[in-house]
């Protein structure tokens, strides 16, 4: 007998469908309230590393190119209804599929919304319907189905576009707009195993109880000033054998489920000064209850301060990051100080070489960027990284443990990094990017043996239509 899961019983009535909406022989009159159009992208990226274990004894350099395609329709139904859905078929070229673990904590990589982890992935990354109420000065909207969430600077919650797979949600965000503020009442289902993904698609008897709960508001300040307030929860009640937070002397069976709650603060503002536009960026989040078997207990910050320059079309900045990690005497007392990340676009931030999550770190970074010609730019930072206590691991942006050596580490100064961005429009709808990164070890890694600069290039092809 033949099972068919939910996602194949829509892949195959979107292909039935479309081209009865597009063939060029068939005529739709849609009355005036009611439209259909259709977006999508198409995205290409090599990248090549070169020493990612920073010692040059031993070769390990790799390669690819992926590949990314999201095609479709936004359907308007009268005034207040509006349905979406965007197939997105992602793939690494020449590499097979890999499936999310059906048994593990929500900590890391394994968060994806679809059915990969940034590798192959033929799948619905949107599929909603947006359901519209206006009032005098007020309006409510409730968005249904799977979705994709952005908040401030991604830092907790984003799209992760520069993933090949990137991030979507499957559930309610319900909103409160006004003109000087908005209220988006969140609950979404972050994993839902009910389908073995294969030939048959066997269903799974197993669920894995987790969800994403929260409210988030942003008020207008007077002048270009804003300012965010949320409480944000993550229910994880998956059960496995999981070494806490990353502590492989510390594993044992987890009884308990994760109960995490982030409350966070976000200001943004700017001021025009005659040629100069000062700016400040600030986010502040406090975390408690409880990591599975632990206590939860932690924080993290970023600020940044700087200026744009409209004459020479040069912007300036300095920024500090910091994000807590556990340490010995916590883990003896059950406590987790290790900041919980949850969803966000961490390769914007932290380094483009992607060495680095909101998790036990500081860094300080200096930017300067600057647009020589129209439609090309260019950036510059140094990163200079420590750990903030080398009784913890050091994370990567995937939230996963990058050093795996014993701890704790012989030192905090995990090292420096220089990036180097160039984007160019050459023609509408088209961006290409590239980039380069070299992360030089600090003294932590060199009393490992590791002293070797690390390094990273990448060229990228962007297509919107």
């Known amino acids: ?41 198409f ?23 992926n590949m990314r395609f999201r095609f479709g329709p936004t359907i308007k139904i009268g005034e207040n209804l509006e349905l979406k859905g965007t197939m997105q078929d992602s793939r690494i070229f020449g590499r097979a599929a890999s499936l999310i673990s059906q048994d593990s904590p ?21 599929g909603l319907a947006l359901l519209k109420k206006s009032f005098e ?64 698609e066997i269903p799974q008897p197993k669920r894995n109880k987790t969800s994403l ?29 999981y070494a806490g937070v990353g502590f492989e002397n510390y594993k044992r069976e987890v009884s308990k489920d994760a109960l995490i709650f982030a409350t966070g603060l976000r ?48 912007r300036v900045f300095v920024e500090y990051d910091l994000a807590q990690g556990t340490t010995a005497k916590d883990k003896e007392k059950g406590i987790r100080r290790t900041f919980y990340n949850f969803f966000p676009t961490n390769h914007i931030h932290y380094g483009y ?5 909101w998790k036990n770190m500081h860094g300080i970074r200096l930017n300067t960027g600057f647009t020589p010609f129209e439609k090309i730019s260019l950036s510059f930072d140094f990163w200079k990284f420590w750990l903030y206590t080398n009784e913890d691991w050091w994370y990567n942006a995937g939230q996963l443990v990058f050093l795996r050596d014993k701890l704790p580490y012989p030192s905090r100064d995990a090292g420096s990094e220089l990036d180097l961005t160039l984007e160019v429009e050459p023609v509408k709808n088209l961006k290409v990017e590239s980039g380069y990164s070299i992360f030089f070890p600090g003294e932590l890694p060199r009393k490992l043996g590791k002293n070797d600069p690390m390094h990273w290039v990448f060229l990228q092809f962007m297509v919107n239509f």
């Open 267 to 314: 200001f943004s503002g700017e001021k025009q000064i005659r040629d100069f536009t000062p700016f400040l960026v600030f986010e502040g989040v406090y975390e408690f209850g409880r990591a599975w078997a632990d206590k939860l207990n932690s924080f993290a910050i970023s600020g940044r301060i700087g200026t744009k320059v409209s004459p020479l079309k040069v």
């Open 213 to 241: 709960l929260g409210i988030y508001n942003s008020f207008n300040l007077p002048g270009k000033n804003n300012l965010d307030v949320y409480l944000l929860s993550v229910i994880d009640g998956t059960k496995a054998n």
């Open 106 to 126: 929500l900590e890391g990589v394994n968060f994806t919304a679809t059915n990969s982890r940034n590798l192959e992935s033929l799948d619905i990354i949107e």
């Open 353 to 357: 070489a992607d060495l680095f999550s």
């Open 137 to 200: 000065n007020f309006q409510i909207s409730t968005s249904i189905g799977r979705q994709r969430l952005a908040y401030g600077e991604h830092r907790i919650l984003g799209t992760f576009d520069w993933s090949n797979v990137s991030n979507s949600f499957d559930g309610v965000k319900i909103s409160g707009i006004h003109s000087v503020f908005r209220t988006d009442v969140l609950g979404f289902i972050i994993r839902e195993n009910s389908v073995a993904e294969g030939a048959s």
């Open 1 to 41: 007998m033949m099972r068919w899961s939910i996602k194949t019983i829509f892949l195959g009535a979107f292909a039935v469908i479309l081209p009865s909406l597009t063939h060029p022989f068939i005529s739709r009159a849609y009355p005036d309230s009611e439209s259909i159009s259709f977006s999508g992208s």
């Open 43 to 65: 995205r290409t990226r090599g990248e090549f590393r070169d020493n990612l274990d920073m010692n040059s004894s031993q070769n390990d350099s790799f390669s690819f190119v």
